[in-house]
């Protein structure tokens, strides 16, 4: 966990390294936002079926996206990073989070190339992943900023978290005391979406983490206990979000817990092809 403010920010830190039990991982939106800074071999992502591959040497910054992302891994991979909460990039962009919406961008492309070289070769040559974390979380504070409207932002997040997105959108303005077009324009600018969308996406992201892919599943009362109209309508938004329809989705989660039993990728509700 890391240290006040930053913990208001993110959820936490990690260290990989090793070799990846997949060539590929397919992650859907989820109302979350990444920094990675790469210390291995490039990595490519794909954001979308209609936009080409494109790759990443030096790491990569992901804020909130509307549309499944295709991570493809080198054979071993080395690495330290952030999990983001959907607003939690925004004090370290230099641009509105909305520019960089289903378009990954590189931590050159954030915060310059002699920043990121001289921190990847302080955290190449640094002693083990403890020292690598923490000055990986000492960079961040230095680069904290204020941000107009990360008060207003996060609580109304917070809202629309604990209601796993049903909530009224035209209530939390209102509340708020701001207009519901102010309200979303702060969303864009540090979330990178609206409101509206975010509350969708933590609606499917909640209904995705209650399946038990090992367990048999009623896919009408999964959408029905989730407040979709109907089935149908459950399916497509499965579409929409994955690529994949639910029982494309079940099928590649059970073939991965079958290749890969008691990995860490278990509990994640994310397709591995």
């Not at 549309?67 to 641009?95: C, D, I, N, Q």
Request: hydrophobic fraction near 40%; charge should be neutral.
């Amino acid at each position: 966990m890391p240290r006040p403010p930053l913990d208001g920010l993110i959820d936490d830190l990690y260290y990989l390294d090793g070799a990846s039990p997949y060539a590929r991982l397919t992650l859907p939106p989820s109302p979350s936002a990444l920094l990675i800074v790469n210390l291995g071999a490039p990595f490519r992502i794909r954001a979308g079926t209609d936009i080409e591959t494109a790759e990443y040497a030096d790491g990569c910054v992901v804020t909130m996206s509307t549309r499944a992302l295709e991570f493809g891994y080198p054979l071993r991979t080395r690495s330290v990073g952030v999990h983001a909460k959907p607003w939690g990039l925004a004090p370290f962009l230099p641009m509105p989070a909305t520019e960089l919406r289903d378009r990954p961008v590189t931590l050159e492309q954030v915060w310059g190339r002699p920043a990121i070289a001289g921190l990847r070769d302080r955290l190449a040559t640094a002693d083990g992943p403890h020292e690598m974390l923490t000055l990986l979380e000492e960079e961040l504070m230095r680069r904290l900023s204020a941000t107009a409207g990360l008060g207003l932002v996060r609580h109304t997040s917070g809202v629309i978290a604990a209601t796993s997105g049903a909530t009224a959108i035209g209530d939390l303005s209102m509340t708020a005391g701001v207009s519901s077009t102010h309200l979303a324009q702060r969303f864009k600018e540090l979330v990178g979406v609206t409101p509206k969308r975010l509350a969708r996406t933590y609606r499917f992201t909640a209904t995705v983490f209650a399946i038990d892919p090992a367990g048999p599943i009623d896919w009408g009362d999964l959408a029905h206990a989730a407040g979709y109209f109907d089935q149908a309508h459950f399916g497509h938004e499965f579409r929409a979000f994955t690529g994949l329809t639910p029982t494309r989705y079940l099928e590649v989660r059970r073939r991965f817990l079958r290749e890969h039993p008691g990995h860490t990728l278990d509990g994640w509700p994310l397709p591995a092809d």
